[in-house]
């Protein structure tokens, strides 16, 4: 069984630009959620899709969106990147909404 | 408000002895916990879990305990090894939105 898994595992961005992160979901899950981990500190939550829905969201601007497909993979878009945005950006996975979670490794984001 | 916080940010342990890592909530709503572990470079690893109709839960030499009364829960790991260090992150699951707040972490040492 393949876990939860991220791409790409590092990202550098200019200030302003745009980045895509995604995930693939641990297989049999229906949800995925995303955190952000700045250095130093406990993820923080960003979203949750369930089923291709967003399933509430946690306090992030409306420049961070996100998608999930019919295979419950999911990605991550950040619009108009700020320097506060580098972080490590998490995707946990889980069979269902309030279920326990399953974290990929992560994608560094770096911004400049 | 709502938060999720640890009362050490570092311990450090000797090799074979037992180490106790404690976490205090705020929201006295919260009716399910967990329990992280995050290597260098890694996604947190689910380690246990407890819901709020229970005081303690044990796992392999691991062990958490919950007091509703005071909102603290803590994580016992019996004959500490190197393969422990690590950062802990207590979380509080918001129901079924799913949703985790994470603490800031304590940092785990285990000298040979």
């Known amino acids: 069984e393949t876990g939860v898994t991220q791409s790409p595992t590092h990202l550098i961005k200019t200030r302003g630009q745009q980045v895509t992160l995604r995930c693939s979901s641990q297989?049999?899950?229906?949800?995925v959620s995303w955190y952000q981990q700045a250095l130093g500190q406990g993820p923080q939550f960003i979203f949750q899709?369930?089923?291709?829905?967003?399933?509430g969201r946690g306090n992030f601007p409306p420049r961070f969106s996100g998608l999930q497909f019919p295979n419950y993979s999911s990605e991550l878009n950040v619009n108009a990147l700020e320097l506060d945005d580098s972080a490590l950006y998490l995707c946990?996975?889980?069979?269902?909404?309030?279920?326990?979670?399953?974290f990929g490794p992560g994608t560094r984001l770096t911004v400049t | 408000g709502e938060s999720v916080g640890l009362h050490l940010p570092t311990l450090s342990v000797q090799e074979g002895d037992n180490s106790i890592i404690n976490c205090a909530y705020s929201?006295?709503?919260?009716?399910?916990f967990i329990w992280y572990k995050q290597e260098s470079g890694k996604g947190p690893q689910f380690i246990i879990d407890?819901?709020?109709?229970?005081d303690k839960r044990q796992g392999q030499r691991v062990t958490v305990l919950l007091n509703k009364t005071v909102k603290h829960l803590s994580l016992q790991i019996a004959a500490t090894q190197p393969g422990d260090s690590a950062v802990y992150f207590c979380?509080?699951?918001?129901?079924?939105?799913?949703?985790?707040?994470f603490g800031k972490g304590t940092k785990l040492s285990v000298k040979p």
């Open positions: 946990a996975s889980s069979l269902d909404r309030g279920s326990e979670q399953y």
């Open positions: 297989s049999g899950h229906n949800t």
């Open positions: 899709y369930y089923r291709e829905e967003e399933n």
């Open positions: 929201n006295s709503a919260s009716d399910y």
């Open positions: 407890i819901r709020s109709n229970m």
């Open positions: 979380a509080e699951n918001m129901g079924s939105q799913g949703n985790l707040i």
